[in-house]
């Protein structure tokens, strides 16, 4: 089997309202995310999928994400996609780095390796049952009131856990908006704060320190040195994941004793076969399993609710997102999806032409 042609398309994904976290200091209105089909000689075809957050959350661009699969094209071509090893290390040697690029590819050439094997990735991946996944929501920066009425309405559709974002040097504010939230909590639910790197040290210290809630708190700070500073002056267990980039990072958060608990963050960690069969990770099953046991776990950038069903399922084919045009993206609003032109970039051999449906609504599929 081999790979004779990769095709991406540029989508918009507007959300259904503005969306604020790290304090109120990042704003989202829209995403821009990449799908990509890798098809074979033998009929059978992968899809993947590239979002990240924006410009301004991590180091990586949907821009960036297109532009390095047509860097990787040339030296995965050709290639069986089944050797999943050989044809990542292809694309190491082709663009070192970059791995949230490379994501992308790996998950397409899993979908074919699991369509061939006629199994599961679940089971792909060496699991004996497929366990259900909890899903938290995510609760954006607001007022006290604001962000109660979304864990509310959240509540209300199925959620048990909630992610609400603080952050910044209002001081005084997040202490407000900890204790109203931690006060209304609905009884037998669980929230996270999650402060997206918007504390200073000497913030995070005051405001823990002031609250009477001993939730998690997520990447209270910029850096692993600052978050391991705070956390041996606070009693709140602190999680980390926006500082973990190797490896590396999440065995100096075990050293430094930083953090209790940490969120893998699966796309900017590019493949798969090092994101679950890594006996580095399986060996960090402390972390881990003081993650799990808060049942909290990070949700599918869809909005999947707790049943797993993903909320952009079943919509008409070519309404899932606002596509990009050639000259720019639609002006609709948010929430607002409509019929309208994918910017469709083919490489490879076969000719160029329009999916008839977004590969996020096809059956079984949950990127």
């Known amino acids: 089997m081999k790979i004779t042609r990769i ?54 661009h949907g821009p960036g994400i297109r532009a390095g699969i047509a860097t990787l094209a040339p030296a995965i071509l050709g290639r069986d996609p089944r050797s999943l090893r050989a044809l990542n290390d292809a694309m190491d040697m082709q663009l070192p780095g970059h791995l949230y690029v490379k994501s992308a590819i790996d998950m397409a050439c899993w979908d074919i390796l699991g369509q061939v094997a006629g199994l599961p990735l679940w089971q792909l991946f060496g699991g004996d ?36 974002k603080l952050g910044g040097h209002d001081i005084a504010a997040d202490i407000a908006r900890i204790e109203a939230i931690s006060h209304a909590l609905p009884s037998g639910e669980k929230v996270t704060y999650d402060i997206n790197r ?15 809630a001993r939730d998690w708190v997520e990447q209270p700070c910029e850096t692993l040195d600052q978050c391991a500073h705070v956390a041996r002056r606070v009693a709140n267990p602190i999680m980390l994941d ?51 046991g808060s ?40 929430g607002r999806a409509q019929r309208g032109r994918v910017r469709d970039a083919a490489i490879g051999a076969g000719p160029r032409r329009c999916p008839r449906s977004c590969p996020a609504g096809r059956p079984g599929r949950r990127s």
């Open 7 to 60: 095709t991406v398309w540029a989508l918009d994904l507007p959300l259904t309202e503005p969306y604020w976290l790290s304090g109120g200091r990042l704003k989202f209105e829209r995403l821009d995310s990449t799908f990509l089909r890798i098809d074979t000689d033998k009929g059978v075809s992968g899809w993947g999928e590239g979002c990240p957050w924006g410009t301004t959350y991590l180091p990586a």
């Open 129 to 164: 049952r497929a366990a259900p996944v909890a899903v938290n929501s995510s609760i954006s920066t607001g007022t006290p009131d604001q962000m109660i009425a979304l864990i509310r309405s959240a509540s209300q559709k199925g959620y048990r856990v909630h992610s609400a």
């Open 198 to 212: 918007a504390w200073t040290p000497g913030v995070a210290v005051q405001v823990l320190n002031s609250v009477t």
């Open 242 to 292: 926006e500082c973990l980039h190797s490896f590396q990072d999440h065995l100096d958060a075990w050293r430094l004793g930083a953090c209790e608990g940490v969120k893998v963050k699966a796309e900017p960690r590019g493949r798969a076969d090092t994101r679950v069969a890594d006996p580095g990770f399986r060996r960090l099953g402390g972390l881990a399993d003081a993650y799990r």
């Open 295 to 334: 049942g909290r776990l990070g949700p599918c950038r869809h909005g999947c609710d707790p049943s797993g069903k993903c909320h952009t399922r079943g919509q008409p084919a070519g309404q899932l997102a606002l596509p990009l045009s050639p000259v720019g993206r639609s002006r609709a609003g948010p």
